[in-house]
Protein backbone atom coordinates (compact mmCIF):
# COMPACT_ATOMS: atom_id res chain seq x y z
CA UNK A 1 0.00 0.00 0.00
CA UNK A 2 1.31 3.61 -0.85
CA UNK A 3 1.12 6.64 1.28
CA UNK A 4 -0.20 6.23 5.07
CA UNK A 5 -2.54 3.01 4.11
CA UNK A 6 -0.04 0.91 6.33
CA UNK A 7 0.06 2.67 9.23
CA UNK A 8 -4.04 3.31 9.49
CA UNK A 9 -4.29 -0.37 8.76
CA UNK A 10 -1.86 -1.22 11.60
CA UNK A 11 -3.80 1.37 14.22
CA UNK A 12 -7.27 0.95 13.05
CA UNK A 13 -8.69 -0.54 16.22
CA UNK A 14 -7.05 2.23 18.36
CA UNK A 15 -8.22 4.22 15.49
CA UNK A 16 -11.77 3.40 15.42
CA UNK A 17 -11.87 4.37 19.41
CA UNK A 18 -9.70 7.73 19.44
CA UNK A 19 -10.56 9.76 16.40
CA UNK A 20 -12.36 13.00 17.06
CA UNK A 21 -16.38 12.10 16.56
CA UNK A 22 -17.73 13.68 13.38
CA UNK A 23 -20.23 16.45 13.79
CA UNK A 24 -23.37 15.34 11.71
CA UNK A 25 -24.35 19.51 11.61
CA UNK A 26 -20.98 20.52 9.71
CA UNK A 27 -21.26 17.86 7.43
CA UNK A 28 -25.28 18.18 6.87
CA UNK A 29 -24.47 21.95 6.52
CA UNK A 30 -22.12 20.79 3.63
CA UNK A 31 -24.50 18.65 1.79
CA UNK A 32 -26.96 21.43 1.61
CA UNK A 33 -25.12 22.96 -1.12
CA UNK A 34 -26.11 20.02 -3.57
CA UNK A 35 -28.11 21.22 -6.14
CA UNK A 36 -29.99 17.93 -6.65
CA UNK A 37 -30.94 15.00 -4.29
CA UNK A 38 -28.31 12.90 -2.88
CA UNK A 39 -28.91 9.40 -3.00
CA UNK A 40 -26.17 7.94 -3.35
CA UNK A 41 -22.85 8.96 -0.91
CA UNK A 42 -18.71 8.06 -1.35
CA UNK A 43 -16.72 8.76 2.18
CA UNK A 44 -13.35 8.81 0.70
CA UNK A 45 -10.39 7.94 2.94
CA UNK A 46 -13.40 7.19 4.96
CA UNK A 47 -11.65 4.36 7.63
CA UNK A 48 -14.53 3.11 9.51
CA UNK A 49 -17.07 5.04 8.10
CA UNK A 50 -17.30 7.59 10.96
CA UNK A 51 -18.13 10.59 8.26
CA UNK A 52 -20.79 8.36 6.25
CA UNK A 53 -22.60 7.28 9.28
CA UNK A 54 -23.19 11.09 10.28
CA UNK A 55 -25.48 11.22 7.32
CA UNK A 56 -28.83 9.74 6.41
CA UNK A 57 -28.07 9.14 3.14
CA UNK A 58 -29.94 6.17 1.49
CA UNK A 59 -26.49 4.65 -0.41
CA UNK A 60 -23.42 5.24 1.36
CA UNK A 61 -20.01 3.97 0.19
CA UNK A 62 -17.04 3.96 2.17
CA UNK A 63 -13.43 3.43 0.27
CA UNK A 64 -10.25 3.61 1.97
CA UNK A 65 -6.87 1.48 1.36
CA UNK A 66 -6.87 0.08 4.75
CA UNK A 67 -8.46 -3.35 4.87
CA UNK A 68 -8.52 -3.07 8.61
CA UNK A 69 -10.39 -0.08 8.38
CA UNK A 70 -13.01 -1.22 5.85
CA UNK A 71 -14.22 -4.17 7.69
CA UNK A 72 -14.61 -2.10 10.98
CA UNK A 73 -17.22 0.27 8.16
CA UNK A 74 -18.74 -3.07 7.09
CA UNK A 75 -19.17 -4.01 10.54
CA UNK A 76 -21.56 -0.73 10.71
CA UNK A 77 -23.32 -2.04 8.07
CA UNK A 78 -21.77 -0.07 5.59
CA UNK A 79 -21.15 -0.72 1.72
CA UNK A 80 -17.13 -0.56 1.41
CA UNK A 81 -14.79 -0.26 -1.54
CA UNK A 82 -11.11 -0.73 -1.10
CA UNK A 83 -9.39 1.93 -3.53
CA UNK A 84 -7.26 4.95 -3.76
CA UNK A 85 -8.48 8.55 -3.97
CA UNK A 86 -6.26 9.10 -7.14
CA UNK A 87 -7.76 6.45 -9.03
CA UNK A 88 -11.51 5.98 -7.96
CA UNK A 89 -13.16 2.61 -9.35
CA UNK A 90 -16.36 3.93 -9.73
CA UNK A 91 -18.14 4.80 -13.32
CA UNK A 92 -18.88 8.44 -14.46
CA UNK A 93 -21.62 10.42 -12.72
CA UNK A 94 -22.17 7.40 -10.52
CA UNK A 95 -22.86 9.69 -7.39
CA UNK A 96 -24.95 12.91 -5.80
CA UNK A 97 -22.32 13.42 -2.69
CA UNK A 98 -18.24 12.64 -1.99
CA UNK A 99 -17.17 13.32 1.50
CA UNK A 100 -12.97 13.87 2.76
CA UNK A 101 -13.64 14.20 6.30
CA UNK A 102 -9.66 14.89 7.73
CA UNK A 103 -8.97 12.29 4.67
CA UNK A 104 -7.45 14.28 1.89
CA UNK A 105 -4.38 15.32 3.48
CA UNK A 106 -3.17 12.17 3.64
CA UNK A 107 -3.95 11.38 0.04
CA UNK A 108 -0.06 11.54 -2.15
CA UNK A 109 -1.48 13.46 -4.86
CA UNK A 110 -5.16 15.71 -4.10
CA UNK A 111 -4.99 17.15 -6.84
CA UNK A 112 -5.93 14.00 -8.66
CA UNK A 113 -8.11 13.11 -6.09
CA UNK A 114 -10.31 16.27 -7.03
CA UNK A 115 -10.14 15.75 -10.79
CA UNK A 116 -11.41 11.65 -9.66
CA UNK A 117 -14.04 13.14 -7.02
CA UNK A 118 -15.17 15.62 -10.13
CA UNK A 119 -15.46 12.71 -12.70
CA UNK A 120 -17.51 10.55 -10.30
CA UNK A 121 -19.89 13.43 -8.97
CA UNK A 122 -23.42 14.21 -11.21
CA UNK A 123 -24.09 17.72 -12.07
CA UNK A 124 -25.42 19.36 -9.39
CA UNK A 125 -23.24 17.23 -6.86
CA UNK A 126 -21.19 18.43 -4.42
CA UNK A 127 -17.98 17.08 -2.31
CA UNK A 128 -17.45 17.82 0.88
CA UNK A 129 -13.65 18.53 2.50
CA UNK A 130 -13.34 18.98 6.20
CA UNK A 131 -9.85 19.42 7.25
CA UNK A 132 -7.69 20.35 10.01
CA UNK A 133 -6.79 24.35 9.86
CA UNK A 134 -2.89 23.75 9.39
CA UNK A 135 -2.61 27.71 10.47
CA UNK A 136 -4.10 27.21 14.20
CA UNK A 137 -2.60 25.71 17.49
CA UNK A 138 -5.12 23.19 17.37
CA UNK A 139 -4.14 21.87 13.81
CA UNK A 140 -0.62 21.95 14.41
CA UNK A 141 -0.60 19.63 17.30
CA UNK A 142 -2.80 17.21 14.99
CA UNK A 143 -0.04 17.39 12.46
CA UNK A 144 2.82 16.90 15.12
CA UNK A 145 1.08 13.83 16.30
CA UNK A 146 0.44 12.61 13.33
CA UNK A 147 4.39 12.28 12.23
CA UNK A 148 5.36 11.03 15.76
CA UNK A 149 2.86 7.60 14.53
CA UNK A 150 4.35 7.53 10.89
CA UNK A 151 1.99 9.33 8.95
CA UNK A 152 3.30 11.40 6.57
CA UNK A 153 0.17 13.81 5.74
CA UNK A 154 0.79 16.99 3.82
CA UNK A 155 -1.28 19.93 5.64
CA UNK A 156 -3.44 21.78 3.26
CA UNK A 157 -5.06 25.42 3.91
CA UNK A 158 -8.57 26.39 2.52
CA UNK A 159 -6.85 28.47 0.06
CA UNK A 160 -5.31 25.21 -1.31
CA UNK A 161 -8.31 23.48 -1.52
CA UNK A 162 -10.17 26.05 -3.14
CA UNK A 163 -7.82 26.51 -5.56
CA UNK A 164 -7.66 22.97 -6.79
CA UNK A 165 -11.76 22.90 -6.24
CA UNK A 166 -12.23 25.41 -8.86
CA UNK A 167 -9.49 24.16 -11.30
CA UNK A 168 -11.12 21.05 -10.90
CA UNK A 169 -14.53 23.01 -12.27
CA UNK A 170 -16.21 23.12 -8.93
CA UNK A 171 -17.73 26.26 -7.56
CA UNK A 172 -16.31 26.77 -4.19
CA UNK A 173 -17.11 28.09 -0.92
CA UNK A 174 -15.21 27.66 2.21
CA UNK A 175 -16.63 27.34 5.87
CA UNK A 176 -14.60 28.23 8.59
CA UNK A 177 -14.86 27.71 12.18
CA UNK A 178 -12.67 27.60 15.03
CA UNK A 179 -9.94 24.18 14.68
CA UNK A 180 -10.85 23.19 11.36
CA UNK A 181 -12.34 24.58 8.02
CA UNK A 182 -14.70 22.85 5.30
CA UNK A 183 -14.35 23.30 1.59
CA UNK A 184 -17.27 22.58 -0.74
CA UNK A 185 -17.75 22.59 -4.34
CA UNK A 186 -20.55 22.21 -6.66
CA UNK A 187 -20.35 20.84 -9.98
CA UNK A 188 -22.15 23.04 -12.49
CA UNK A 189 -25.09 21.50 -14.31
CA UNK A 190 -25.16 21.94 -17.83
CA UNK A 191 -25.83 25.53 -18.75
CA UNK A 192 -25.21 26.97 -15.58
CA UNK A 193 -21.74 28.70 -16.43
CA UNK A 194 -23.31 31.13 -19.32
CA UNK A 195 -26.45 31.73 -16.78
CA UNK A 196 -24.54 32.70 -13.62
CA UNK A 197 -20.73 32.76 -12.68
CA UNK A 198 -21.74 34.35 -9.27
CA UNK A 199 -20.92 31.05 -7.29
CA UNK A 200 -17.24 31.36 -7.18
CA UNK A 201 -17.51 34.44 -5.70
CA UNK A 202 -18.07 33.08 -2.79
CA UNK A 203 -14.40 31.62 -2.34
CA UNK A 204 -13.19 32.10 1.46
CA UNK A 205 -16.32 33.62 2.09
CA UNK A 206 -17.34 34.36 6.12
CA UNK A 207 -19.81 31.64 6.47
CA UNK A 208 -19.18 30.70 10.28
CA UNK A 209 -19.84 27.27 11.16
CA UNK A 210 -19.33 26.53 14.95
CA UNK A 211 -18.35 22.67 15.99
CA UNK A 212 -20.17 21.99 18.83
CA UNK B 1 -20.44 -6.45 -1.05
CA UNK B 2 -23.88 -6.65 -2.14
CA UNK B 3 -23.78 -7.06 -6.23
CA UNK B 4 -26.10 -3.80 -6.74
CA UNK B 5 -22.53 -1.82 -6.04
CA UNK B 6 -20.98 -3.66 -9.74
CA UNK B 7 -23.59 -1.21 -11.38
CA UNK B 8 -21.06 1.29 -10.36
CA UNK B 9 -17.80 0.06 -9.69
CA UNK B 10 -15.33 0.08 -13.18
CA UNK B 11 -11.77 -0.61 -13.33
CA UNK B 12 -9.67 1.71 -11.56
CA UNK B 13 -7.25 2.00 -14.74
CA UNK B 14 -9.17 2.35 -17.76
CA UNK B 15 -12.64 2.68 -15.62
CA UNK B 16 -14.40 0.24 -18.31
CA UNK B 17 -16.99 -2.18 -16.55
CA UNK B 18 -16.45 -5.04 -14.23
CA UNK B 19 -17.16 -8.95 -14.88
CA UNK B 20 -17.93 -10.82 -11.75
CA UNK B 21 -16.60 -14.55 -12.03
CA UNK B 22 -16.03 -17.29 -9.14
CA UNK B 23 -18.75 -15.68 -6.92
CA UNK B 24 -19.54 -17.44 -3.67
CA UNK B 25 -22.25 -15.71 -1.65
CA UNK B 26 -23.55 -15.28 1.98
CA UNK B 27 -26.59 -14.11 2.72
CA UNK B 28 -27.79 -11.94 -0.75
CA UNK B 29 -23.50 -10.81 -0.43
CA UNK B 30 -20.76 -11.54 -2.22
CA UNK B 31 -18.10 -12.80 0.04
CA UNK B 32 -15.10 -13.90 -2.43
CA UNK B 33 -14.59 -13.87 -6.06
CA UNK B 34 -12.74 -12.18 -8.78
CA UNK B 35 -14.02 -8.54 -10.56
CA UNK B 36 -12.19 -8.82 -14.32
CA UNK B 37 -12.18 -5.66 -16.54
CA UNK B 38 -13.98 -6.06 -19.05
CA UNK B 39 -11.54 -3.91 -21.39
CA UNK B 40 -7.93 -4.79 -19.72
CA UNK B 41 -8.56 -7.81 -18.30
CA UNK B 42 -7.26 -6.84 -15.28
CA UNK B 43 -8.13 -8.93 -12.14
CA UNK B 44 -9.45 -7.33 -8.79
CA UNK B 45 -10.34 -9.93 -5.83
CA UNK B 46 -13.03 -9.39 -3.70
CA UNK B 47 -11.95 -10.38 -0.38
CA UNK B 48 -13.97 -10.76 3.00
CA UNK B 49 -16.80 -9.04 1.27
CA UNK B 50 -14.65 -6.15 0.42
CA UNK B 51 -14.05 -5.83 -3.58
CA UNK B 52 -10.02 -4.66 -3.52
CA UNK B 53 -9.99 -2.51 -6.54
CA UNK B 54 -6.33 -1.35 -5.74
CA UNK B 55 -4.37 -1.00 -9.19
CA UNK B 56 -1.81 -4.13 -9.23
CA UNK B 57 0.83 -1.55 -9.38
CA UNK B 58 -0.20 -0.29 -5.73
CA UNK B 59 -1.41 -3.74 -4.00
CA UNK B 60 2.41 -4.75 -2.99
CA UNK B 61 2.68 -5.94 0.37
CA UNK B 62 -1.01 -5.90 1.37
CA UNK B 63 -2.56 -8.29 3.54
CA UNK B 64 -5.58 -9.56 2.52
Known amino acids: MHGDAHTF ?7 DRLRPSVSPAVIESGLAFAERPIERLLDIGGGPGRGAEATDVPDRIVVDPAPGMLRAAAQRGLATTRAYAERLPFADDSADAV ?3 DSLHHVDAPNQAIT ?3 RVLR ?9 FDPTGRFGCT ?4 GRIVGLHSQP ?3 ESVAVMLESSGFAPSVLEDRFRFTAVGVVEREGDMSEEDGQSETIGGGVLIQDE | MKESLLEILCCPLDKHDLELEDA ?3 ENEVVSGTLICTECGERYPIEDGIPNLLPPDMREGTPA
Do not use: N
Open chain 1, 142 to 145: MFAL
Open chain 1, 156 to 158: LTS
Open chain 1, 116 to 118: ETA
Open chain 2, 24 to 26: EYE
Open chain 1, 9 to 15: DAISPLY
Open chain 1, 123 to 131: PGGVVVIRE
Open chain 1, 99 to 101: LFV
